[in-house]
């Protein structure tokens, strides 16, 4: 059986989804990273990179989010879209502008906005303003169609999802009216049973919810370097 590295964030977000989609049968293994179990030796092991997801299927063990969505989708034959190069390129080419585009500048936004100490605005402004216009790449490709690559629901759709339901904590209340056609997505894909249940893990497992100090030693070590060079 697949084992599942699992925390309520986006990028575990999307593989649950995946999971669920397909009907793969999984275990889910809960990794708290606020209590710092991403930095375990047996995870370690997995992941050496100590982020989530992870995923362990037989002697294949993968880390990175967009690499497990790619490994799945090869396996099953599902969610890849038309097999067209044209297609497929663009595909491709979507499915690693949100791994290297959304996921990093939205996670700086919401660290800068958030969570960094002050001195702080010219990070927010670089970061927020990066955020913005991939996102706004986004908005213009859903615009013009269904999906992200045509009418066909894809790998892409599950990655763009399992950031879209940040996008509010990321830019604030008035996030929809900036991205309408992006939560036009988050609706429609939030509405398939599969999404659902992708969505309940989050409160099938105990979490830690506190921002605390032990929280932010676990969440941000490079801060000790800060401290050690008063």
Do not use: C
């Not at 927020?128 to 706004?136: D, S």
């Not at 604030?172 to 599969?194: E, I, Q, Y």
């Not at 992708?198 to 921002?211: N, P, Q, R, Y």
């Amino acid at each position: 059986m697949i084992q599942f590295y699992y925390h309520p964030s986006p990028n575990p977000a999307k593989i649950a989804l995946f999971l669920e989609e397909a009907g793969l049968d999984y275990e889910v293994i809960p990794v708290d990273t606020r209590k710092g179990e991403q930095f375990a030796p047996a995870y370690l092991a997995i992941n050496p990179n100590a982020k989530t997801p992870a995923l362990v299927d037989g002697d294949a063990v993968l880390f990175d989010s967009t690499a497990i969505l790619l490994y799945l989708a090869e396996k099953t034959g599902q969610f890849m879209g038309d097999s067209a190069p044209a297609v497929r390129a663009q595909l491709l080419s979507w499915l690693m502008f949100v791994a290297t585009g959304i996921g990093p500048y939205s996670g700086q936004a919401v660290h800068f906005k958030h969570f960094a100490p002050e001195p702080k605005g010219y990070a927010v402004n670089r970061y927020g303003y990066e955020a913005e216009r991939h996102w706004g790449l986004i908005e213009a490709q859903l615009e013009k169609r269904r999906y992200m690559v045509g009418d066909t629901y894809t790998i892409v759709d599950m990655s763009v999802w399992g950031w879209a339901r940040a996008v509010p904590f990321i830019f604030g209340p008035d996030a929809w009216t900036m991205f309408p056609n992006v939560k036009r997505l988050l609706d429609d894909v939030g509405s398939r049973p599969a999404a659902e249940r992708a969505a309940a893990l989050a409160t099938a497992h105990s979490f830690k919810s506190e921002m605390d100090e032990e929280a932010r030693g676990h969440m941000f070590p490079q801060n000790k370097r800060l401290i050690a060079a008063e």
